[in-house]
């Protein structure tokens, strides 16, 4: 089966417009004629659209780094799925550790945000993983599974086909620690049984799963090479042109 890799950046609160628009456009010359992998950058919301438009002409795609499950409203700070798609993005990220464990987002919004995304026609990624201590305490398989259900309750196998899960253990996230290849394989191999579990074994073999946490130019090809390992999603290292070329550039 094969499962087109993805290589997402994510700018999180960085990036005037101005810089986020020079940045974006030295990621479309990188990814100018790729046509076996898709990349993907996240500006912050003031950057959106003039980043959408930065790299319109190549094969970049925009994404949001959340998105709310209403359309409009009164829902101060949030961005509804249909700005997203006004502002040019097509994917989102959804789940993101710093949104469940600095801002409280719980499965059950997770959940929310993501049928909203799926309702309008946005690629959700949603992001699961275990802390450190989840970890040490044996917890994270039963913290996964529980990510998973939540995040997918009530989705259809005909929606969950246009999911991206990523994979990002707590502890690797912006640490400098890197998941090692076979602990990233064996999480994914989870993963993907869990989907299976939850939907059918082709949906798990189509289903793209991304890992995420520190990775690096001198860390991508040996993640990458892992059966399971269907792309990154990067922080740090995709806010620097170089590093983020190389990258996209995994062999
Ligand atoms: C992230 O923010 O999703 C992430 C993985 O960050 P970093 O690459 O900096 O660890």
């Known amino acids: ?57 190549s094969p970049v795609v925009i ?74 305490e044996g917890l994270t398989w039963e913290v996964l599974r529980e990510q998973v259900r939540g995040g997918l309750e009530g989705v259809s196998g005909e929606q ?3 999911v991206v899960l990523a994979y990002e ?6 640490t400098g620690k890197t998941a090692s290849r076979e602990q990233a394989q064996e999480a994914h191999q989870f993963i993907r049984g869990l989907i299976e579990e939850l939907y059918q074994k082709k949906l798990a073999e189509q289903m793209r799963i991304l890992y995420g946490g520190s990775v690096k130019p001198d860390n991508v090809d040996d993640l990458m090479r892992m059966p399971d390992v269907d792309g990154a999603l990067v922080g740090g290292a995709a806010l620097e042109a170089d590093s983020f070329d190389r990258i996209i550039h995994f062999s």
């Open 1 to 57: 089966m094969q499962r087109k890799p993805l290589i997402a950046g994510n700018w999180k609160m960085h990036l005037t417009i101005q810089e986020a628009v020079a940045l974006a456009k030295k990621v479309a010359a990188s990814s100018q004629g790729l046509e076996d992998r898709e990349v993907m950058i996240a500006p912050a919301a003031t950057a959106l659209a003039a980043v959408a438009e930065a790299v319109r002409t």
């Open 63 to 136: 994404a949001g780094q959340n998105v709310a499950w209403k359309e409009q409203g009164a829902y101060t700070g949030e961005i509804s799925p249909l700005m997203l798609k006004d502002a040019g993005a097509k994917m989102a990220i959804i789940g993101h550790s710093e949104r469940r464990h600095i801002f409280g987002e719980d499965n059950g919004m997770i959940n929310q945000r993501l049928i909203g995304a799926l309702t309008h026609g946005i690629i959700p990624i949603l992001c699961i993983g275990e802390t450190l201590d989840e970890r040490e």
């Open 160 to 162: 969950a086909a246009d």
């Open 169 to 174: 253990p707590v502890w690797a996230i912006g």
